[in-house]
Protein backbone atom coordinates (compact mmCIF):
# COMPACT_ATOMS: atom_id res chain seq x y z
CA UNK A 1 0.00 0.00 0.00
CA UNK A 2 1.33 3.50 -0.67
CA UNK A 3 2.45 5.54 1.98
CA UNK A 4 -0.33 8.18 2.72
CA UNK A 5 0.59 12.01 3.54
CA UNK A 6 -2.78 13.84 4.98
CA UNK A 7 -2.30 17.16 4.30
CA UNK A 8 -4.45 19.69 6.38
CA UNK A 9 -6.23 22.25 4.28
CA UNK A 10 -8.58 24.37 6.84
CA UNK A 11 -11.87 24.18 9.15
CA UNK A 12 -14.33 22.00 7.75
CA UNK A 13 -17.04 24.29 9.01
CA UNK A 14 -15.78 27.30 6.82
CA UNK A 15 -14.80 25.15 4.22
CA UNK A 16 -18.14 24.03 3.74
CA UNK A 17 -19.14 27.42 3.10
CA UNK A 18 -18.18 27.20 -0.35
CA UNK A 19 -19.17 24.30 -2.95
CA UNK A 20 -15.57 25.18 -4.45
CA UNK A 21 -12.55 26.91 -4.08
CA UNK A 22 -8.90 26.66 -4.51
CA UNK A 23 -6.79 25.27 -1.72
CA UNK A 24 -3.44 24.48 -0.90
CA UNK A 25 -1.72 21.01 0.45
CA UNK A 26 1.98 21.94 0.76
CA UNK A 27 2.68 23.04 -3.01
CA UNK A 28 -0.42 21.26 -4.52
CA UNK A 29 -3.05 23.01 -5.78
CA UNK A 30 -6.30 21.81 -5.14
CA UNK A 31 -9.78 22.46 -6.16
CA UNK A 32 -11.88 21.51 -3.04
CA UNK A 33 -15.66 20.74 -3.26
CA UNK A 34 -18.44 20.84 -0.48
CA UNK A 35 -21.55 19.12 -1.73
CA UNK A 36 -24.01 18.42 0.98
CA UNK A 37 -21.39 18.18 3.61
CA UNK A 38 -19.75 15.88 1.78
CA UNK A 39 -16.02 16.95 0.56
CA UNK A 40 -14.27 15.85 -2.39
CA UNK A 41 -10.81 17.02 -4.37
CA UNK A 42 -9.13 17.25 -7.55
CA UNK A 43 -6.24 19.12 -8.82
CA UNK A 44 -6.49 22.60 -8.46
CA UNK A 45 -4.65 23.11 -12.33
CA UNK A 46 -6.71 22.67 -15.30
CA UNK A 47 -5.22 19.98 -17.84
CA UNK A 48 -5.90 23.00 -20.95
CA UNK A 49 -3.57 25.71 -20.64
CA UNK A 50 -3.04 25.27 -16.16
CA UNK A 51 -6.00 27.39 -15.23
CA UNK A 52 -7.24 27.82 -11.62
CA UNK A 53 -10.03 25.14 -11.03
CA UNK A 54 -10.89 26.05 -8.14
CA UNK A 55 -11.64 29.58 -8.78
CA UNK A 56 -14.14 28.09 -11.72
CA UNK A 57 -17.74 26.85 -11.12
CA UNK A 58 -18.92 23.48 -10.21
CA UNK A 59 -21.79 22.94 -12.89
CA UNK A 60 -23.70 19.91 -11.96
CA UNK A 61 -21.07 17.31 -10.90
CA UNK A 62 -18.32 18.67 -13.09
CA UNK A 63 -16.15 21.61 -12.00
CA UNK A 64 -15.03 24.13 -14.66
CA UNK A 65 -12.22 25.89 -15.74
CA UNK A 66 -12.87 29.89 -15.31
CA UNK A 67 -10.22 30.38 -18.20
CA UNK A 68 -11.71 28.14 -21.39
CA UNK A 69 -14.62 26.06 -19.47
CA UNK A 70 -12.97 22.75 -19.54
CA UNK A 71 -14.97 20.42 -17.13
CA UNK A 72 -13.51 17.59 -14.69
CA UNK A 73 -15.90 15.38 -12.17
CA UNK A 74 -15.57 16.47 -9.02
CA UNK A 75 -15.06 13.25 -7.32
CA UNK A 76 -12.39 11.49 -10.00
CA UNK A 77 -11.50 14.31 -11.93
CA UNK A 78 -12.64 12.49 -15.16
CA UNK A 79 -13.74 14.92 -17.92
CA UNK A 80 -17.08 15.75 -18.91
CA UNK A 81 -19.15 12.60 -21.27
CA UNK A 82 -17.18 11.88 -24.50
CA UNK A 83 -13.80 13.54 -22.79
CA UNK A 84 -13.24 10.93 -19.90
CA UNK A 85 -9.70 10.60 -21.36
CA UNK A 86 -9.18 13.71 -20.11
CA UNK A 87 -8.62 13.62 -16.93
CA UNK A 88 -6.98 15.49 -13.70
CA UNK A 89 -5.56 13.81 -10.54
CA UNK A 90 -8.48 13.27 -7.72
CA UNK A 91 -7.57 12.96 -4.00
CA UNK A 92 -8.60 11.30 -1.25
CA UNK A 93 -10.39 13.55 1.74
CA UNK A 94 -11.46 12.92 4.87
CA UNK A 95 -12.48 15.19 8.20
CA UNK A 96 -11.32 14.84 11.37
CA UNK A 97 -11.78 16.57 14.38
CA UNK A 98 -13.45 18.95 12.60
CA UNK A 99 -10.41 19.53 10.06
CA UNK A 100 -10.46 18.97 6.74
CA UNK A 101 -7.51 16.49 5.42
CA UNK A 102 -6.04 15.71 1.78
CA UNK A 103 -3.92 12.73 1.08
CA UNK A 104 -1.88 14.10 -1.70
CA UNK A 105 -0.05 10.49 -2.00
CA UNK A 106 -3.21 8.95 -3.07
CA UNK A 107 -3.27 11.25 -6.63
CA UNK A 108 -4.53 9.05 -9.46
CA UNK A 109 -3.00 9.92 -13.12
CA UNK A 110 -3.47 12.91 -14.99
CA UNK A 111 -4.05 12.11 -18.08
CA UNK A 112 -4.15 13.73 -21.46
CA UNK A 113 -6.22 12.89 -24.79
CA UNK A 114 -4.21 13.63 -27.63
CA UNK A 115 -5.36 16.93 -29.09
CA UNK A 116 -4.49 17.82 -32.88
CA UNK A 117 -2.60 21.00 -32.81
CA UNK A 118 -4.84 23.64 -34.32
CA UNK A 119 -3.64 24.29 -37.94
CA UNK A 120 -3.07 28.29 -37.08
CA UNK A 121 -0.56 26.52 -34.42
CA UNK A 122 1.88 25.92 -37.35
CA UNK A 123 4.97 27.53 -37.53
CA UNK A 124 5.16 30.66 -39.11
CA UNK A 125 7.31 30.31 -42.20
CA UNK A 126 6.91 32.11 -45.45
CA UNK A 127 6.38 30.15 -48.40
CA UNK A 128 8.66 31.38 -51.48
CA UNK A 129 6.80 33.20 -54.25
CA UNK A 130 5.89 37.44 -54.91
CA UNK A 131 4.70 39.54 -52.10
CA UNK A 132 1.42 38.90 -50.79
CA UNK A 133 -1.20 41.60 -50.02
CA UNK A 134 -3.79 41.22 -47.86
CA UNK A 135 -6.53 44.42 -47.67
CA UNK A 136 -8.95 44.05 -44.25
CA UNK A 137 -12.03 45.77 -44.73
CA UNK A 138 -14.03 47.15 -41.60
CA UNK A 139 -17.01 48.97 -43.20
CA UNK A 140 -20.29 48.19 -41.85
CA UNK A 141 -23.66 47.72 -44.05
CA UNK A 142 -26.55 46.05 -44.95
CA UNK A 143 -25.96 42.31 -46.60
CA UNK A 144 -28.30 42.22 -49.05
CA UNK A 145 -28.59 45.94 -49.82
CA UNK A 146 -24.82 46.66 -50.24
CA UNK A 147 -23.94 50.72 -50.95
CA UNK A 148 -20.73 52.11 -52.04
CA UNK A 149 -17.79 53.00 -49.76
CA UNK A 150 -15.52 55.51 -50.09
CA UNK A 151 -12.84 53.04 -47.98
CA UNK A 152 -14.00 50.47 -49.72
CA UNK A 153 -13.43 51.47 -53.16
CA UNK A 154 -10.05 52.83 -52.54
CA UNK A 155 -8.89 49.75 -50.98
CA UNK A 156 -10.35 48.13 -53.99
CA UNK A 157 -8.40 50.28 -56.24
CA UNK A 158 -5.05 49.47 -54.10
CA UNK A 159 -5.22 45.80 -53.92
CA UNK A 160 -5.93 45.63 -57.64
CA UNK A 161 -2.84 47.77 -58.53
CA UNK A 162 -0.72 45.21 -56.58
CA UNK A 163 -2.27 42.33 -58.47
CA UNK A 164 -0.82 44.56 -61.67
CA UNK A 165 2.41 45.01 -60.96
CA UNK A 166 3.21 41.46 -59.96
CA UNK A 167 1.88 40.74 -56.46
CA UNK A 168 -1.37 38.61 -55.37
CA UNK A 169 -3.86 40.13 -53.30
CA UNK A 170 -7.09 39.59 -52.13
CA UNK A 171 -9.88 41.73 -49.85
CA UNK A 172 -11.17 40.00 -46.52
CA UNK A 173 -14.47 42.00 -45.81
CA UNK A 174 -15.24 41.65 -42.22
CA UNK A 175 -18.77 42.26 -42.01
CA UNK A 176 -19.02 39.27 -44.34
CA UNK A 177 -17.37 37.38 -41.11
CA UNK A 178 -19.48 35.64 -38.60
CA UNK A 179 -16.80 35.71 -35.45
CA UNK A 180 -17.48 36.88 -31.70
CA UNK A 181 -16.06 39.86 -29.73
CA UNK A 182 -13.15 39.58 -27.35
CA UNK A 183 -14.64 38.00 -24.06
CA UNK A 184 -11.60 39.37 -22.43
CA UNK A 185 -9.53 35.94 -20.99
CA UNK A 186 -6.48 37.64 -21.16
CA UNK A 187 -8.36 40.02 -17.89
CA UNK A 188 -8.22 36.67 -16.13
CA UNK A 189 -4.62 35.91 -16.93
CA UNK A 190 -2.19 36.70 -19.31
CA UNK A 191 -1.32 32.78 -19.77
CA UNK A 192 -5.49 32.31 -20.29
CA UNK A 193 -5.29 34.43 -23.75
CA UNK A 194 -3.51 31.58 -26.06
CA UNK A 195 -2.83 31.69 -29.43
CA UNK A 196 -4.71 30.53 -31.80
CA UNK A 197 -7.15 32.26 -29.89
CA UNK A 198 -9.03 30.51 -27.27
CA UNK A 199 -12.22 31.10 -29.16
CA UNK A 200 -11.11 30.18 -32.52
CA UNK A 201 -9.82 27.20 -30.76
CA UNK A 202 -13.16 26.36 -28.89
CA UNK A 203 -15.88 27.14 -31.45
CA UNK A 204 -15.56 26.00 -34.95
CA UNK A 205 -17.77 28.49 -36.28
CA UNK A 206 -15.76 31.66 -35.24
CA UNK A 207 -14.62 32.85 -38.62
CA UNK A 208 -12.03 35.08 -37.33
CA UNK A 209 -9.41 32.20 -38.35
CA UNK A 210 -9.28 33.57 -41.35
CA UNK A 211 -8.07 37.00 -40.83
CA UNK A 212 -5.28 35.16 -38.56
CA UNK A 213 -4.16 32.78 -41.43
CA UNK A 214 -3.96 36.14 -44.01
CA UNK A 215 -1.74 38.21 -41.72
CA UNK A 216 0.10 35.42 -39.61
CA UNK A 217 0.70 33.15 -41.96
CA UNK A 218 0.00 34.60 -45.75
CA UNK A 219 0.27 38.76 -45.63
CA UNK A 220 3.68 40.56 -46.64
CA UNK A 221 1.60 43.97 -46.69
CA UNK A 222 -1.61 44.48 -44.79
CA UNK A 223 -3.41 46.84 -46.04
CA UNK A 224 -6.16 48.15 -43.26
CA UNK A 225 -9.03 50.02 -44.33
CA UNK A 226 -11.63 52.14 -41.70
CA UNK A 227 -14.37 54.80 -42.38
CA UNK A 228 -14.63 57.81 -39.53
CA UNK A 229 -17.27 56.79 -37.12
CA UNK A 230 -17.70 59.48 -34.37
CA UNK A 231 -14.72 60.30 -34.59
CA UNK A 232 -12.58 57.07 -34.21
CA UNK A 233 -12.06 54.03 -36.50
CA UNK A 234 -15.45 51.71 -36.97
CA UNK A 235 -16.72 49.04 -34.55
CA UNK A 236 -15.90 46.32 -36.80
CA UNK A 237 -12.16 47.71 -36.85
CA UNK A 238 -12.16 47.74 -32.89
CA UNK A 239 -14.01 44.29 -33.07
CA UNK A 240 -11.27 42.72 -35.11
CA UNK A 241 -8.25 44.70 -33.09
CA UNK A 242 -9.51 43.30 -29.85
CA UNK A 243 -9.16 39.67 -31.20
CA UNK A 244 -6.03 40.70 -32.21
CA UNK A 245 -4.83 40.78 -28.97
CA UNK A 246 -3.75 37.09 -29.04
CA UNK A 247 -1.01 38.23 -30.99
CA UNK A 248 -0.25 40.95 -28.88
CA UNK A 249 0.06 38.83 -25.74
CA UNK A 250 2.70 36.15 -27.60
CA UNK A 251 5.04 39.00 -27.25
CA UNK A 252 4.91 39.74 -23.57
CA UNK A 253 4.39 36.10 -22.00
CA UNK A 254 6.28 33.98 -24.68
CA UNK A 255 8.78 36.18 -26.49
CA UNK A 256 7.16 35.04 -29.83
CA UNK A 257 6.81 37.26 -32.59
CA UNK A 258 4.10 36.67 -35.20
CA UNK A 259 3.68 39.27 -37.18
CA UNK A 260 7.49 39.31 -38.49
CA UNK A 261 8.81 41.34 -41.46
CA UNK A 262 5.06 42.48 -41.95
CA UNK A 263 4.51 46.19 -43.70
CA UNK A 264 1.02 47.64 -42.42
CA UNK A 265 -0.38 50.74 -44.13
CA UNK A 266 -4.10 52.27 -43.56
CA UNK A 267 -6.70 54.00 -45.69
CA UNK A 268 -9.27 55.94 -43.61
CA UNK A 269 -12.12 58.11 -45.35
CA UNK A 270 -14.80 59.83 -43.65
CA UNK A 271 -17.60 62.47 -43.97
CA UNK A 272 -16.82 63.93 -41.38
CA UNK A 273 -12.66 65.02 -39.32
CA UNK A 274 -10.35 63.28 -37.18
CA UNK A 275 -8.36 61.69 -39.15
CA UNK A 276 -5.17 62.11 -37.61
CA UNK A 277 -6.50 60.67 -34.52
CA UNK A 278 -7.68 57.17 -36.23
CA UNK A 279 -4.35 57.05 -37.96
CA UNK A 280 -2.33 57.29 -35.12
CA UNK A 281 -4.59 54.45 -33.33
CA UNK A 282 -4.09 52.31 -36.38
CA UNK A 283 -0.21 53.17 -36.77
CA UNK A 284 -0.11 52.69 -32.49
CA UNK A 285 -1.68 49.25 -32.53
CA UNK A 286 0.30 47.59 -35.91
CA UNK A 287 3.52 48.88 -34.22
CA UNK A 288 2.12 47.24 -31.07
CA UNK A 289 2.04 43.71 -32.56
CA UNK A 290 5.01 44.38 -34.48
CA UNK A 291 4.30 45.51 -38.08
CA UNK A 292 6.47 48.06 -40.19
CA UNK A 293 5.53 51.15 -42.27
CA UNK A 294 6.43 52.93 -45.01
CA UNK A 295 6.97 56.43 -45.77
CA UNK A 296 3.49 58.15 -45.31
CA UNK A 297 1.43 55.11 -44.41
CA UNK A 298 -1.67 56.08 -45.07
CA UNK A 299 -4.13 57.96 -46.96
CA UNK A 300 -6.91 59.37 -46.20
CA UNK A 301 -9.78 61.76 -47.40
CA UNK A 302 -12.86 63.87 -45.58
CA UNK A 303 -14.76 67.15 -46.50
CA UNK A 304 -14.88 68.26 -42.50
CA UNK A 305 -17.04 68.27 -39.49
CA UNK A 306 -19.69 70.36 -41.41
CA UNK A 307 -19.83 68.16 -44.51
CA UNK A 308 -23.67 66.89 -43.71
CA UNK A 309 -23.91 65.82 -47.58
CA UNK A 310 -23.21 62.65 -47.88
CA UNK A 311 -24.01 61.71 -51.23
CA UNK A 312 -21.33 64.64 -52.75
CA UNK A 313 -18.75 62.76 -50.31
CA UNK A 314 -19.39 59.96 -52.05
CA UNK A 315 -19.53 61.38 -56.17
CA UNK A 316 -16.40 63.18 -54.89
CA UNK A 317 -14.15 59.78 -54.07
CA UNK A 318 -15.73 57.79 -56.91
CA UNK A 319 -14.71 60.35 -59.16
CA UNK A 320 -11.19 61.64 -57.61
CA UNK A 321 -8.20 60.42 -59.78
CA UNK A 322 -6.04 61.81 -57.10
CA UNK A 323 -7.61 59.68 -54.25
CA UNK A 324 -7.51 56.81 -56.23
CA UNK A 325 -3.83 57.26 -57.73
CA UNK A 326 -2.52 57.99 -53.79
CA UNK A 327 -4.40 54.58 -52.95
CA UNK A 328 -2.14 52.88 -55.58
CA UNK A 329 0.95 54.68 -54.63
CA UNK A 330 0.71 53.57 -50.75
CA UNK A 331 0.06 50.23 -52.27
CA UNK A 332 3.40 50.52 -53.94
CA UNK A 333 4.98 51.79 -50.65
CA UNK A 334 3.88 48.89 -48.29
CA UNK A 335 5.25 46.91 -51.23
CA UNK A 336 8.72 48.43 -51.58
CA UNK A 337 8.78 48.20 -47.86
CA UNK A 338 7.86 44.50 -47.62
CA UNK A 339 10.35 43.36 -50.15
CA UNK A 340 13.05 44.74 -47.99
CA UNK A 341 11.60 43.25 -45.13
CA UNK A 342 11.33 40.23 -46.77
CA UNK A 343 15.08 40.15 -48.46
CA UNK A 344 16.66 40.90 -45.01
CA UNK A 345 17.27 43.85 -45.74
CA UNK A 346 16.27 45.76 -42.54
CA UNK A 347 17.77 43.64 -39.85
CA UNK A 348 15.54 42.40 -37.33
CA UNK A 349 15.64 43.67 -33.84
CA UNK A 350 15.15 41.44 -30.85
CA UNK A 351 12.54 43.32 -28.26
CA UNK A 352 12.11 41.18 -25.09
CA UNK A 353 8.55 41.02 -24.42
CA UNK A 354 7.73 43.04 -27.03
CA UNK A 355 9.20 45.81 -25.34
CA UNK A 356 7.70 45.42 -21.83
CA UNK A 357 10.38 43.75 -20.51
CA UNK A 358 9.48 44.59 -16.54
CA UNK A 359 6.04 43.33 -17.64
CA UNK A 360 7.70 40.16 -19.25
CA UNK A 361 9.66 39.18 -16.54
CA UNK A 362 6.72 39.82 -13.79
CA UNK A 363 4.48 37.23 -15.65
CA UNK A 364 7.37 34.61 -15.74
CA UNK A 365 8.04 34.41 -12.56
CA UNK A 366 4.24 33.90 -11.54
CA UNK A 367 4.07 30.83 -14.06
Known amino acids: MAKQEWIDVGDATELAKQELQQVTAKRTRIALTCRNGE ?4 SGVCNHVGGPLGEGTLDGDYVTCPWHFWKFHHRDGKGEPGFEADAVPAYAVKVDNGRVLVDIASATPRTRKP ?36 SDALLKTAVEHAKSIGCTGDI ?28 TQMDPNDQLDRVYEAIVHGADVIL ?12 LYFKMVERLNCIQNQETIADRQLLKNKAAAFIIT ?49 TSEALHDGARALAERAIE ?28 AQI
Not at 39 to 42: D, G, L
Not at 193 to 198: D, G, K, L, N, Q
Not at 287 to 306: D, K, L, M, N, T
Request: with cysteine; hydrophobic share 35%.
Open 337 to 364: MAKLLVAGTIAEVEMVGGGRKGHHIDVK
Open 172 to 199: IYLRELNFRHCEGYYSKSARACTWPCSI
Open 115 to 150: HDPHPLARPVERAPGPIRVVGISTTVMHPQYPRYST
Open 270 to 318: GGQDNVQAVAGQMLGFFAEVGCQFPQFPYIAHSRGWSAEDMENNTRYVE
Open 39 to 42: FSAI
Open 224 to 235: VTTPIRWGVASS
